[in-house]
């Protein structure tokens, strides 16, 4: 039995957290892979460190040890706090060098190397803790582990085959011995032995991959909430835990909806069919969410959530017979790829393509449609401030009748739909509204479907 336990940022933040932590590792039956975020705020501060030319390199270092001292300093004494600082400061001086070598920014892969740092000391921070509780544990940056990684910079992409390779012969063994591994997540290594990050929030991807490659029987994501939710409970008061979903409804949920997951997670595990739990560090007992293969819904109740984005655009794109000229259509998609983009709904029409973007990426989006042809294109529209409404269950659109229940409620609240998204996926209902409404749509639709009878 092998469990890939991740704890994300907060999870090891103070010394509290990473206690907690400890006990949840070291009471888990069976091999355990630990799998570790930085410490809250310090991939922030590394960013902006680097975002400021490392104007201060000495300050940001003192503040770098401060954070991490003052957690040790209540962790550790005697022997262990000086074993600690031993390890410690070997890879500070590492990280000193980085923020004063200005050969090495000329790498196109600097960026990950440097904002990766955080959890090579997290990972320690961990394993010393588990250590000084009587246990065998070693901290393993992405390199030692083995975790393999392809892709641009600042976006990686598992190498799944080269990964399983790897950590098999690394983590087998310490397995068996008993060891307990603790992994920098975040990033892994290219072939050329390059550090590459799997984007924000990428460790809950990095268990994944390690899950997967080493056939785990679960893998466990830690956070700081109770796991998915039927809606955002700053918005519906009696929005509940979901207690089971299935990949794809898990997926589409952590790509709109909160940010309890990197959406890339499923992917890894779903492959092996590997249950993926999401669970609660301060709360350790609740039973969180588990996501895993479901051939039935549990609880008769179609919708498992209601999940909204706020601060989004609609922009829209005017060329004469469009839907018989793909070229055109190919061009400005071009523009958004270059653009770098993430387009959360597109619409057609015979003249026009509408695509829902973040409401920050709409400058660059239009200075790079600018660049098109002005004979291909008439005219290009943007309608700011609006809100997705995401609505997720299995097998939505097999359901006679569904999408009209589902307007017929948001046109009790006096919204108007804005653009729809549906088909694309069969978990998952999208549209569009004014963000003045969003909430109560969101409310009103939670209410119906999920406390109500809704759709059966
Ligand atoms: N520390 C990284 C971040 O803040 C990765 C992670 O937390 O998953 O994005
Ligand atoms: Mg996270």
Known sequence: MITVMKFGGSSVGSAEALMRVAKIVTEKEGGKIVVVSAMSGITNFLIGTMENGFRDPEGAAELFCERHMDVACKLFEGEALESYKRDFNERLDILKDLMVDECARIDPYFEDLFISQGERFSSLTLAHLIESMGFDSVALTSEEAGIYAEGRPLNGTADLEKTSLKTNMILRPMLQDGVIPIISGYYGVTESGRALTFGRGGSDYAAAAIGNAMNADCVEIWTDVNGFMSADPRVVTDAKTIEEMNYSEAGELAYFGARVLHPRTIEPVQRKHIPLRIKNSYDPDNPGTVIHNLSKRSDNKLLK???????????????????????????????????????????????????????LDVKQTLKNLNLLDSKDIERIDVKSNVALICVVGDSLL??????????????????????????????????????????????????????GEGTE
């Open 305 to 359: 959530s209601v999940a909204m984005k706020v601060d989004l655009s609609i922009i829209t794109v005017s060329a004469a017979d469009i839907a018989y000229r793909p070229i055109i259509v190919a061009k400005i998609v071009e523009k958004l790829a270059d653009a770098g983009v993430a387009v959360y709904a597109i619409s057609t029409s015979l003249s026009t393509i509408a695509f829902l973007i973040h409401n």
């Open 398 to 451: 097999s359901y006679q009748g569904f999408s009209g229940d589902v307007f017929g409620a948001v046109k009790e609240v006096g919204a108007n739909v804005e653009m729809i998204s549906e088909g694309a996926s069969d978990v998952s209902l999208n549209f569009v509204v004014p963000t003045d409404s969003v909430t109560e749509v969101v409310k009103v639709l939670h209410q119906k479907f999920i406390v």
